[in-house]
Structures are given as structure tokens and as C-alpha cells.
């Protein structure tokens, strides 16, 4: 249910994009969801496609791109990407990881 605000959010953004370059109508939308963003591309869609009625984005294909979480050791500075455990490969510590990435909820790009 945390989705409808960030598709509210998305939708707004889209038509305030649309007005200030005079665009008309958006067809195609790519969206990057982090793996620990906890945002699911199945609830995106369901509430894209409720609220963008009316609006410059309606009727856009959604399409997503899932980004794997990488982390970086604070110890010894190694990145690496989210495993099952948080136990840096390189130095083997495990208190003092930071997520590099994988927190990701953003439009890439628009194709109209």
C-alpha cells in the first residue's frame, strides 16, 4: 500500500514535466526499483493504472528494471553486492555495512 503515495507522487511529477516541455502524450515510462526499497512493480502498476486516468501518462506501458542492493564495508571500504548474510567477503566484519545502493524508486526516462 506504501506504492500509492509514490505513484501519486509520479503521476504529479509526469504531468508538471509535460506542461513546462509541451508534451501531449507519454507512452512508454521505465522505472528503477531498488531491492531494498520494498516497493513491488505489480502494486506500481495496479495503482498506475487506476490514477492515471485523465492524465498525460495514461494508458503509458510501465516497464521496470529491478536494481540489486550493494553494499560497502565501512571497515575496509569493499563493495559488494546483497547476499544472504551482511558479512563483508574481504575483511569478514559485519557490523559496519552501509547500502550503496538498492534503495532506488525513480523514473529513468520517458518515451512519448
Do not use: N, W
Not at 32 to 50: N, R, T
Amino acid at each position: 500500500m506504501h506504492e500509492l503515495p509514490a505513484v501519486e507522487d509520479m503521476i504529479r511529477t509526469l504531468d508538471e514535466e509535460s506542461v513546462s516541455r509541451g508534451i501531449t502524450e507519454i507512452k512508454e515510462i521505465h522505472i528503477l526499483i531498488g531491492e531494498l526499497s520494498s516497493y513491488v512493480g505489480d502494486c506500481v502498476q495496479m495503482y498506475f493504472d487506476l490514477l492515471s486516468e485523465g492524465h498525460t501518462c495514461e494508458g503509458a506501458k510501465l516497464h521496470f528494471r529491478h536494481a540489486r542492493a550493494v553494499f560497502r564495508c565501512e571497515d575496509c571500504g569493499h563493495e559488494f553486492p546483497h547476499d544472504k548474510d551482511f558479512i563483508c567477503p574481504l575483511c569478514g566484519k559485519d557490523a559496519r555495512l552501509v547500502p550503496g545502493t538498492g534503495r532506488e524508486f525513480m523514473i529513468e526516462s520517458v518515451v512519448t
